[in-house]
């Protein structure tokens, strides 16, 4: 390698951060224009998580880890242990002498524990391997290192239950304490009580009602080829429905409403929480205030409005003459159209990923049997093999990254013989199998498997140490297909991750913060990013001076190892936080604590980490 200047080696360790930050950038422009919104968000991670990353891990590990780097993962192993443990030793010290919410004293170890160890280093090593410091080759196997540092970090997340840390955090209500929607509406009448006794909200709605049903009656006669289509009940009848929700309001809405409904009209627009709840016919005055009872439930509810029209086949006429629309979860407001609603925030990642009630319980479906019973194909009592699995709670675990909690630990081996269930360790151990069956943990463990076997390898790749073995008739070895999907579909992984990384940093909040935390976050996150990167060079030290590595051959993985004790918390901490908060969480003090703690570290980090880079390119590797 020619020599270096210092000023080429700061640029090639600042250029990596630029490339990152501005997909970072654009996942945040993304999420607050509402394109990439909550539920993308999670769609998009879910692809990832279940193709995307998998494909990546496996063709890295298959092209360029070999039989005699069992060593090598072995390191990687026993540095992962030290990383997590010393970031969860900085955590607990601070948990203990700095002041730190009761409600996050979990949720602070599992922040100091656990990096970002995916997509940032990925990134960055695909930056400086054009020749210039790491050549192509030595990139593709510093990838493979980091996957091997990512099935570690999994491996102790989810097999080992690491994320037990945050769930502990969370004190659910008891039938006593729970706040029960009969009390919510009772309030809220006793609220509202003197503004009824004057009139002045009920003659507003009834004012607007009126208004469109005089509407309805001209147009009726003004063209009555078109009545049957044009008669409908416009947004702002919904919304004064919403406003002035209490059951003496209710009952006068509800008078009005069948004074329309004899004129055909019905509800085009209406909120999509009430809908949710509903699932069933707008028409009918009954099940409008069952609605109403369920939607008064949760305080937190949808920050994008679903807009539900019913089509012409789904219209139907019930005994007492009123018109009734039967509407589906897929008769939805355009994701074009939702971009001019107000950006989403922190509280839409709740209502997207909270999976628990203020009980605790796993939160019910979004779509009642009313509905899915309404859909084509649907049915709940299908016995097709796609329904089963795609309802199974092996698949939610498997195919998304916060859906686990303490009850699939205890749930886990239910369907085992008896006696095998009496044994203690027994649910465990079963779900360390379920955790191991992750389409990312599968496909580690495989392609480790794989460029262990000499031969095996030969069938996928050839390098100078596989064995020659006979070649398909392009000359190629007989599974390099499998090869080349793993390497076009994998090359997403990273580019999509930064973005959602974006995306979920645009739509957090710095709230009310617990007195002091303020310091006790900073601490933590210069401790994490400042201090324990000194502990890495040292290790690099300590690793070639004990014989294990050399510079000369092992400068990738010496290099990975030293930037791995500098990354920023995972990003996951805020979707597994946001999972067991409880839809109508008065108080999400553990989503408060973690916005900012994770938003004070990417600021740092585009300094702490080309520091670290420029001291180890040019004092520990020489360059």
Request: net charge negative.
């Amino acid at each position: 390698m020619t020599h270096i200047t210092l000023g080429q080696v700061i640029w090639s360790s600042v250029r990596p951060i630029i490339k990152i930050y501005f997909i970072i950038g654009a996942g945040f422009g993304l999420a607050r224009m509402g394109i990439l919104t909550a539920e993308a968000t999670r769609s998009i991670s879910d692809i990832v998580l279940t193709i995307l990353l998998p494909s990546l891990s496996f063709n890295k590990i298959v092209a360029n880890i070999e039989d005699k780097d069992i060593k090598m993962v072995g390191i990687i192993c026993l540095t992962s242990a030290l990383v997590f443990g010393t970031g969860l030793g900085f955590a607990f010290i601070i948990r203990q002498f700095m002041p730190v919410p009761k409600k996050w004293r979990g949720g602070i170890l599992a922040g100091g524990m656990f990096p970002n160890i995916s997509d940032l280093p990925i990134a960055y090593l695909q930056t400086m391997d054009t020749g210039f410091i790491f050549t192509a080759a030595e990139g593709e196997k510093g990838v493979a290192n980091v996957i091997i540092f990512l099935a570690c970090f999994l491996f102790c997340v989810f097999n080992l239950g690491g994320f037990r840390l945050i769930e502990n955090d969370f004190n659910y209500k008891d039938e006593e304490s729970a706040v029960h929607p009969e009390e919510l509406e009772g309030n809220s009448l006793s609220d509202h009580a003197d503004t009824l006794d004057n009139g002045s909200s009920s003659s507003s709605d009834e004012q607007i009602l009126e208004t469109k049903k005089e509407e309805s009656s001209s147009s009726s006669s003004a063209t009555p080829n078109d009545a049957n289509n044009d008669n409908e009940v416009d947004l702002a009848d919904v919304q004064a429905i919403k406003k002035n929700i209490s059951h003496t309001q209710l009952q006068r809405v509800e008078s009005s409403a069948e004074s329309i409904s004899t004129e055909r009209s019905t509800v085009t627009s209406i909120d999509s929480h009430v809908v949710g709840e509903t699932l069933g016919f707008v028409g009918n005055a009954g099940s409008l205030h069952s609605a109403t009872q369920n939607s008064v439930e949760a305080r937190r509810t949808r920050s994008q409005p679903i807009a539900l029209t019913a089509p012409a086949s789904a219209v139907r006429e019930n005994d007492s003459g009123i018109t009734a629309y039967k509407t589906t979860s897929y008769q939805s407001l355009r994701s074009i159209d939702a971009r001019q609603l107000p950006t989403q925030t922190m509280d839409a990642i709740i209502n997207e990923y909270s999976n628990v009630d203020q009980f605790g319980q796993r939160r019910r479906l979004s779509i009642s049997p009313e509905v899915a019973g309404g859909v084509e194909g649907f049915n709940n009592d299908s016995h097709s093999v796609i329904e089963r699995i795609k309802s199974s709670n092996l698949t939610r675990i498997l195919t998304s990254d916060a859906t686990v909690s303490k009850k699939d630990i205890e749930e886990s081996g239910s369907s085992l013989p008896n006696w095998i269930q009496k044994f203690p360790l027994t649910p465990f151990i079963v779900f360390f199998l379920k955790n191991c069956l992750r389409p990312c943990a599968m496909a580690v463990i495989a392609a480790l498997i794989i460029a262990f076997i000499p031969w095996v390898k030969a069938l996928f790749v050839t390098t100078p140490t596989t064995p020659k073995i006979k070649q398909a008739p392009d000359e190629q070895p007989a599974l390099a297909f499998i090869m080349d999907f793993t390497s076009y579909v994998g090359a997403a992984s990273v580019p999509f991750g930064l973005l959602l990384l974006g995306a979920t940093l645009g739509r957090l909040k710095i709230g009310k913060l617990y007195p002091g935390f303020w310091k006790s976050a900073v601490l933590l996150v210069f401790l994490r990013q400042c201090i324990m990167p000194i502990f890495g060079v040292l290790w690099c030290d300590r690793l070639v001076k004990a014989g294990w590595v050399n510079w000369e051959d092992d400068k990738m993985l010496l290099f990975v190892i030293a930037i791995t004790w500098s990354l920023p918390t995972m990003t996951t901490l805020i979707y597994f936080t946001a999972s067991y908060t409880p839809l109508d969480c008065d108080e999400p003090i553990q989503m408060e604590c973690v916005s900012f703690f994770l938003m004070i570290q990417y600021p740092l980090m585009a300094v702490a980490l080309p520091f670290l880079v420029s001291y180890f390119l040019k004092v520990q590797m020489k360059v």
